[in-house]
């Protein structure tokens, strides 16, 4: 019996995923305000202290479903991109500010204010933020993913993006 109860246990433990957060949508209903994960790997960044190009906005008629949250896309390629490797093009901390979790909360993140680095997608919340992110993107990135793991399991924001209103994916 004692066996039994061990490999029951066992196999519920690996059953039973992860406890992991909600990624931010706004009031959009959208992940990233309904802007295109995929397409930021196709615009030109620009060198720390500069603003970077203005994001994608997807299409409210090609969407996928990732970590309980609806994402828009462009086009089909780039949402079939997105399925094959969705965490590959999701924004880091479920799309939250890179720079409120690295000092340790969760806070929404505009989806024009990012960076790409080492082939992971940074969103931070206001230009003033990515300033301050953008001062020690090596440390400030250090300092995220040591609080991420005791920030991820809480709620998603709630709150708005300041200086920032998203119409949401183009309809068709």
Known sequence: ??????????????????????????????????????????LD?????????????????????????TWAFATEENRDKFLENPAFYAPQYDGHCAYGVSRGGKVPANPNLWRIVD???????????????????????????GNWPGIEPADASTSVIPKFTSEGPISN
Do not use: C
């Open 1 to 42: 019996m004692k066996r039994f109860a061990l490999t029951l246990a066992t196999t519920l433990a690996f059953a039973v995923p992860a406890f992991a957060g909600d990624q931010y949508v706004d009031g959009t209903g959208f992940a990233v305000s309904g802007y295109d994960v995929v397409s930021y790997r196709n």
């Open 45 to 69: 960044q620009a060198p720390v202290g500069q603003s970077q190009p203005e994001a994608v906005r997807g299409r409210a008629d090609i969407t996928a479903d990732y970590n309980g949250a």
């Open 119 to 145: 082939n992971k997608l940074y969103l931070n919340i206001t230009d003033v933020v990515v300033g301050f992110f953008e001062e020690d993107v090596p440390g400030n990135i250090n300092l995220a993913e």
